[in-house]
Each structure stands twice: as C-alpha cells, then as structure tokens.
C-alpha cells in the first residue's frame, strides 16, 4: 500500500516538473510575443508615438524583465530544490521500502528454517526422551537379571556343597554294604 503511494507520488511530481519545464519554455515566448505586441500598437499610433511607444516598452522591457526573470530563475530554483527535496525524499522512501520488503523476505525465510527446526528440536527431544526411557528400562531389566543370576549361583553353590559334603557319606555307605 505504501509504495503504490510512494509511487504514484513520484509520478505526480514527475509529471509537475514536465509541466513546469514546459510552463517556463511558454512563459519565454509569452514575453517575446508581448514585447511584439507592443510595438504593433506603438507602429498603429504613428512615427512619433511609435519611437516613444517602442523606447518606453524597451525601457519597460529592460526594467522589467531583470526583475521578472531573476524573480522567475529564483522561483525555478525554489521550486526545482523543493522538488529535488522531494523527489530525494521520494526516493529515498521508496528504497526504504525496497530495504524493507527485502528484509521482511528474508525473515519470512528464517521464520520457516525457525519453525523446521523447532519441529526438528522436538522429534530429537521425544527420540531423546524415548532413548532415555529404553535406556532406564534395560537398566533396571539387568539389574534385575543380575539379581536373579546372582541368586541362581547361590543355589548351586549350596547345592555343591551339599552334594560335596553327601559325597564323601555315600562313598562311605558303598563301602560298607
């Protein structure tokens, strides 16, 4: 919305500054054409009138044009700074636009590598959780097969001293009978 703005203003001040430099190139030939003018009408009253007609328009002319065309030239330069301010303003918003629809990109692109790899974090955390889990589980399974083993050699080694000790009682018994 704003650079559509910033856009159409920079095009209105482009067609202004088109219908300023046309409006001076007319204001030129205006003078000329009234200078003409005058000595028609100077050339119409008769010879004496005419050379009068024609001193008092150039005198005129020289009195006035100075002022009028340096009053015109200051005008043209007010108006051309205000409009180069402008235009420089103008432009300047428009790359700050362009700045800023750049780096809005880029972080509509960093946002989505953001969501990836929180959604990444958080199938590594559940794998994670999941290893721990299996990890305390078969911690607990061995520690309990150890258990287990460990009593399993109790019993046979009781059972081998058991046996030791019949051994020497059944050899007895076999010699007797």
């Known amino acids: 919305m704003a650079s559509a703005k910033i856009l159409q203003?920079?095009?209105?001040?482009?067609?202004?500054?088109?219908?300023?430099?046309?409006?001076?190139?007319?204001?030129?030939?205006?003078?000329?054409?009234?200078?003409?003018?005058?000595?028609?009408?100077?050339?119409?009253?008769?010879?004496?009138?005419?050379?009068?007609?024609?001193e008092e328009t150039k005198s005129n002319a020289a009195e006035q044009e100075p002022e009028s065309i340096s009053e015109q030239q200051d005008d043209e330069r007010k108006a051309n700074a205000s409009y180069l301010d402008s235009t420089e303003d103008d432009q300047t918003e428009v790359e700050e636009y362009?700045?800023?629809?750049?780096?809005?990109?880029?972080?509509?692109?960093?946002?989505?590598?953001?969501?990836?790899?929180?959604?990444s974090y958080d199938s590594l955390k559940a794998e994670l959780q999941e290893l721990q889990n299996n990890r305390e589980s078969l911690r607990q399974e061995m520690f309990k097969q150890s258990e287990e083993h460990r009593a399993?050699?109790?019993?046979?080694?009781?059972?081998?001293?058991?046996?030791?000790?019949?051994?020497?009682?059944?050899?007895?018994?076999?010699?007797?009978?």
């Open 9 to 54: 203003r920079a095009e209105t001040a482009m067609e202004i500054d088109e219908d300023f430099l046309s409006s001076d190139e007319d204001d030129e030939g205006v003078i000329d054409e009234d200078s003409e003018n005058c000595r028609e009408n100077a050339y119409a009253e008769g010879e004496e009138s005419e050379n009068e007609a024609v």
């Open 98 to 119: 362009i700045q800023l629809k750049r780096k809005i990109g880029e972080l509509s692109e960093v946002e989505g590598q953001l969501v990836a790899c929180r959604s």
């Open 152 to 177: 399993e050699v109790n019993r046979l080694k009781d059972e081998l001293k058991k046996m030791a000790n019949g051994l020497p009682m059944m050899g007895l018994v076999k010699k007797s009978v």
